[in-house]
């Protein structure tokens, strides 16, 4: 049984790390709508999408899943997980590890990402995006 240490929170996020005594992967807790806690690797979301009519954030996962999360989300809230996050329009963000490049303002992801083709780089967002692209 794994076990974690406790690195912070927001309302909606609980940031954990494997209390491994060295550096393993992040991971943190998120809050669906009805309540449910559910642990989740970084590497194991290739981005976030924002739902307007329902007004909620699904992360999309490796396995081809999606999990709502908890209403009161905010983007900002799930930029400030992981470094690899970044808000590429106003209803995306990615995860910049499965980010293989920009073609135009379609992003083109790493499998099993690869074959989404919604994920649009706005202009407002597009100046950090390839600033942190660049630092990879």
């Not at 790493?110 to 994920?119: A, G, H, I, Q, S």
Request: aromatic share 12%; glycine share 6%.
């Amino acid at each position: 049984r794994q076990r974690y240490k406790f690195i912070g929170f927001t309302p909606q996020i609980i940031t954990l790390t494997p209390d491994t005594g060295h550096g393993a992967e992040k991971s943190f807790m998120v809050v669906t709508p009805v309540g449910d806690l559910r642990v989740l690797r970084v590497s194991d979301i290739g981005y976030f999408r924002y739902i307007s009519d329902r007004k909620i954030w699904e992360v999309a996962l490796a396995n081809g899943t999606f999990i709502p999360l908890k209403r009161n989300t905010r983007a900002e809230n799930l930029c400030a997980y992981d470094a690899a996050f970044v808000q590429i329009h106003q209803s995306y963000i990615i995860n910049m590890n499965y980010l293989l490049m920009v073609q135009g303002c379609q992003c083109v992801m790493y499998p099993p990402f690869n074959n989404v083709d919604e994920l649009q780089v706005s202009k407002k967002y597009r100046k950090e995006m390839m600033e942190r692209f660049c630092q990879l």
